[in-house]
């Protein structure tokens, strides 16, 4: 029990702090000052409850505002409180392997694993070599910040099968918050496709990623209402939720996440015929090459089509393929090419992580511009997952993209032939078609930069990775039939 010295000692902290607090606010009207007792709050959490201080972080991604919201002349941006809650998990996490250096070696050794050691090594080194080393370090910091704590220190959360289940809930009850915020806001305007580029600020920049994230967690809340094993009230809730992201994302006209969910209900089914990830491969493999043979021919005949993005939902499906006259297409074109002739300048270390927005500008050509053209780079990336990491880190940034994508299927599938208990199943190919969205959302947009996809995105890859890892159950049937 405290002393009553310590009880008083504390009460006058608190009421020297509240007068100077007050005092600094009348001076300066900055807030600032008061933000200190929640800082302190948040250090005592992370340093004495680090797991329920990362899924609180993880809970708060789908609220985090940007920085520039509250000052906008800064020069730089983060998503608050997200991103330095993540630093300061960061920071802890460090600091006791340096003591500890118990983390999980199973982990560790994970093919998965790996493959993230390639893909920040190569981006560490591409940093060394950047054309705007302060850019790139920032690039690798963000990286790390959202990998470590939500890829390796969330698979010993996951260590608990049930926290898997949680982590969904955790996302999607502040989501729907975001959700129900950018119904709202889009009513007055009708629904419409114009304003649906900008009602769900502050929460989410553009239409874009919110669409990506709404498609993400569908299949995960299908898989929900499907889980036969699952209790019926919560399949009643699932059901409801699963309702409102169809109908939020239908309103999010984001084109790029009904295709990825197309591709998700494709995978599903040949999954469902166990299809031998083999077969799978050389199908992806023969579409890509015939893509590459005769990508001429295909480009003319997508140039016939005239029709541009529009509020009839039938008229904007149409619209994915124009790229004749879609404004929005014709730009993702030109933030290609000009990633692809950055590549063909440096080809083996790129121009630097983070870099493609202040590079790209001169690599423009003038018959491709767009009327949203721009040489600030204030209107995003490279538009793709795999293209941006070709431009700013040469042909290994690329190829560790690509491994990453290849290492996770390769991981899912042969987990999802191998398993035998109905409700993993279910959670595996649900993780999968829910990846697939992103994945192929990730050839015409990037978001890996920013806590709203990265907290998720990695999540997936920790419920992979411990089930592999702590729960497992293999099937008696062979699975190498099935390879």
Excluded at 385 to 411: K, N, Q
């Amino acid at each position: 029990m405290l002393s009553k010295k310590k009880i008083t000692a504390f009460y006058i902290l608190s009421l020297l702090f509240v007068a100077a607090n007050g005092l600094i606010v009348y001076l300066t009207e900055s807030y600032l000052f008061s933000a200190i007792p929640l800082v302190f709050l948040f250090l005592l959490f992370s340093l004495f409850a680090l797991d329920k201080m990362l899924i609180l972080s993880f809970a708060l991604v789908p609220l985090s505002v940007p920085l520039k919201e509250f000052l906008p002349g800064l020069d730089f941006d983060m998503a608050l409180p997200t991103e330095p809650l993540l630093f300061l998990i960061l920071l802890i996490f460090i600091l006791k392997q340096i003591r500890d250096r118990d983390f999980d070696k199973n982990i560790l050794k994970h093919p998965v694993s790996k493959v993230l050691y390639f893909y920040l090594g190569w981006i560490a080194i591409t940093t060394i070599t950047s054309s705007m080393p302060l850019v790139s370090l920032k690039y690798l910091m963000v990286k790390l910040w959202f990998i470590i704590p939500f890829y390796f220190l969330l698979t010993q959360v996951f260590k608990n099968k049930p926290n898997i289940y949680k982590s969904f809930w955790f996302y999607i009850v502040p989501f729907i918050i975001v959700i129900i915020y950018t119904l709202v806001r889009h009513a007055p305007h009708y629904f419409d496709q114009k304003s649906s580029n900008f009602v769900m600020t502050p929460f989410f920049n553009d239409h874009t990623s919110y669409g990506a994230l709404l498609a993400m967690y569908i299949p995960i809340i299908a898989g929900m209402v499907l889980d036969k094993t699952g209790r019926k009230i919560t399949r009643i809730i699932s059901l409801g939720v699963l309702g409102l992201f169809v109908v939020a994302i239908v309103f999010s006209y984001t084109r790029a996440s009904w295709v990825g969910l197309i591709a998700a209900m494709g995978l599903f089914v040949l999954l469902k015929l166990k299809v031998k990830i083999r077969t799978l491969f050389i199908g992806a493999g023969i579409v890509g090459t015939l893509f590459i043979l005769y990508q001429g021919q295909i480009m003319m005949n997508l140039e016939q089509n005239k029709q541009d993005s529009s509020t009839n939902l039938q008229e904007h499906v149409k619209s994915i393929s124009n790229v004749a006259t879609d404004a929005s297409n014709l730009e993702r074109i030109n933030r290609w090419n000009c990633a692809i002739r950055m590549f063909q300048e440096k080809p083996l270390f790129g121009f630097g992580p983070g870099t493609y927005q202040f590079k790209y500008a001169p690599y423009q050509f003038s018959y491709e511009k767009t009327i949203i053209s721009t040489n600030a780079g204030d209107m995003g990336n490279a538009h793709s997952e795999y293209l941006g990491p070709l431009s700013e880190s040469g042909i290994f940034g690329m190829l560790s993209m690509l491994a990453i994508v290849i290492v996770f299927y390769l991981t899912s599938i042969r987990l999802y032939y191998k398993l035998k208990d109905p409700k993993t199943k279910t959670l595996i190919v649900s993780i999968i078609c829910g990846m697939t969205t992103y994945f192929i959302h990730g050839l015409m947009n990037n978001f890996l930069d920013t806590d709203k996809a990265s907290a998720p995105f990695w999540a997936f890859f920790a419920i992979v990775v411990a089930i592999d890892v702590y729960h497992q159950e293999k099937s008696p049937e062979k699975v190498g039939e099935l390879l």
